[in-house]
């Protein structure tokens, strides 16, 4: 199986698992395990770690923001994002050298991935979840948006090409 479809299939797996445990022990394991199975097999070494933990940061920021703004709500209140959510990150850093390495240089594409499957993602999770949208139509407007922005941009980060030492 080349490495781009079993990273694909990995991610999957992995954030099926994260979903659906919603917990505070498995999702972290679960995220550590991919974690090790992927710098085992196919890992880019320390600049994809510097990026996994650069997006990892970011989207925990990012979720945090959504959470307390009250796009998502547990339970109808608005609350911090729980942990399980944080472990999709590092997850999902996973794959923009290699799943969707794909896409790097296409900008547009790019972005039309990122809102469409970004969306679907967090619409999918709410399915699955304790996390609902506080408004069915304007949450996952926003972010489709959000995520046409975010996912071109992390793919130019993560596959950018070095220009050496500075």
Not at 37 to 56: D, K
Not at 91 to 118: E, Y
Not at 127 to 155: C, H, K
Request: charged share 10%.
């Amino acid at each position: 199986m080349p490495y781009r479809l079993l990273n694909g299939v990995m991610f999957n797996v992995a954030w099926l698992g994260i979903v659906m445990s919603q917990s505070a022990f498995v999702a972290p394991a679960a995220a550590a395990l991919l974690l090790l199975v992927h710098f085992a097999v196919m890992g880019e070494g320390v600049r994809e770690l510097r990026f996994i933990a650069g997006l990892t940061l970011v989207g925990v920021c990012i979720d945090q923001l959504l959470f307390r703004v009250g796009v998502f709500t547990i339970a109808g209140s608005i609350a911090g994002p729980p942990l399980w959510i944080t472990c999709l990150w590092p997850a999902l850093g996973t794959t923009f050298m290699h799943a969707f390495a794909g896409l790097s240089g296409k900008p547009l594409l790019a972005a039309i991935v990122g809102g469409v499957g970004g969306a679907a993602s967090y619409i999918a999770g709410t399915r699955l979840t304790q996390v609902s949208f506080a408004a069915d139509i304007s949450g996952p407007i926003i972010l489709a948006v959000l995520w046409a922005v975010i996912f071109p941009v992390a793919l130019a980060i993560a596959n950018r090409k070095d220009s050496g030492p500075a």
